[in-house]
């Protein structure tokens, strides 16, 4: 088991890769190499035919070149150490330190497999990968380089430690949405790992972690707060959000779906009967009423008077 610290300050439990997984590896990526070599060779010889030997000599050590030893460079330079047989097995080429590999990393190596793969069929390869304690050939050696296993069991995922209890609740108004992932997953791998590393290496990892962060939230930590600390605390109060808003939103869906759901009568409890409702009577309809004549009342005459009308 090696603990590699990467140049971005990322502590990496993995193993070094053995000599089964590396062979496997180059087989694949031999595969691959030599096909494609074969068709382009097969094309270069159609398209140079009819040409001077030495031109067509000349073309084939130049492919030969480019595809076996200037792509795997290329590959290796471009994916940070993942070849394709590489990434079918689970394998990466870092630095000694941990870091990604460049591109004279990658060049000493590919110059180096030449001798070690392709000339000596990988018994040189294979005898230095035996005899070196984490499974480097030469290349490896020159380069400074490292093959490692990316895929990590799951079960070997360690807690974060918990921040001092004085520490509790301070952080509770940090705004911590610009704290990007991968330095999330830089400050996990550092707290989990912390006591494994050397005391001055790793006081001086927790002070550029807590810089990143403090640079990403814009808040600096209260005085005095070392920075170990400071990170178990930030990470906490990460975690301790991430799990209210995970159970705030399955309670809310817990009380909607209750609420929608019908109630539930238990087997045998006693039903309450509906009370009785008599039915209403039947409304018999009302003929109209026949209309009535007005009754003019009768006037009297006037009496008369007993003298005569005037002539």
Request: include cysteine; charged fraction near 15%.
């Amino acid at each position: 088991m090696s603990d590699l610290v990467t140049g971005d300050a990322v502590v990496l439990g993995l193993r070094p890769a053995r000599l089964p997984s590396r062979a496997l590896a180059i087989l694949v990526d031999l595969a691959v190499y030599l096909s494609g070599y074969g068709m382009i060779s097969i094309g270069l010889t159609v398209a140079t035919y009819g040409l001077d030997n030495a031109l067509q000599a000349a073309v084939a050590v130049a492919s030969f070149v480019l595809l076996l030893v200037g792509v795997p460079i290329a590959v290796e330079t471009l994916t940070h150490g993942r070849s394709l047989g590489k990434l079918a097995c689970g394998l990466r080429v870092v630095r000694e330190d941990g870091g990604p590999i460049r591109f004279r990393h990658a060049l000493v190596r590919g110059a180096m497999g030449v001798v070690e793969l392709l000339m000596t069929l990988g018994v040189v390869a294979c005898i230095a990968s035996l005899v070196s304690e984490r499974g480097r050939r030469l290349g490896d050696v020159f380069a400074g380089t490292l093959v490692i296993r990316e895929r990590v069991p799951g079960n070997r995922v360690m807690p974060v430690p918990p921040p001092p209890p004085w520490l509790a609740g301070r952080f509770t108004a940090l705004d911590l949405s610009a704290v990007p992932d991968g330095l999330w997953l830089a400050v996990r791998q550092y707290l989990t790992r912390m006591d494994q590393l050397d005391p001055q290496m790793g006081a001086a990892l927790a002070a550029r972690l807590a810089d990143d962060v403090v640079a990403r939230t814009g808040t600096p930590p209260p005085a005095g707060v070392p920075a170990a600390a400071f990170l178990m605390a930030v990470v906490h109060e990460r975690q301790s959000r991430d799990a209210a808003r995970a159970f705030g939103a399955t309670a809310q869906a817990a009380q909607a779906a209750q609420a929608m759901a019908p109630p539930v009568v238990p087997v045998g409890a006693p039903v309450a009967p509906y009370p009785y409702v008599a039915p209403a009577a039947p409304v018999v309809p009302v003929a109209p009423a026949a209309p009535v004549a007005p009754v003019v009342p009768a006037v009297a005459p006037a009496p008369r008077s007993g003298f005569a009308p005037p002539a």
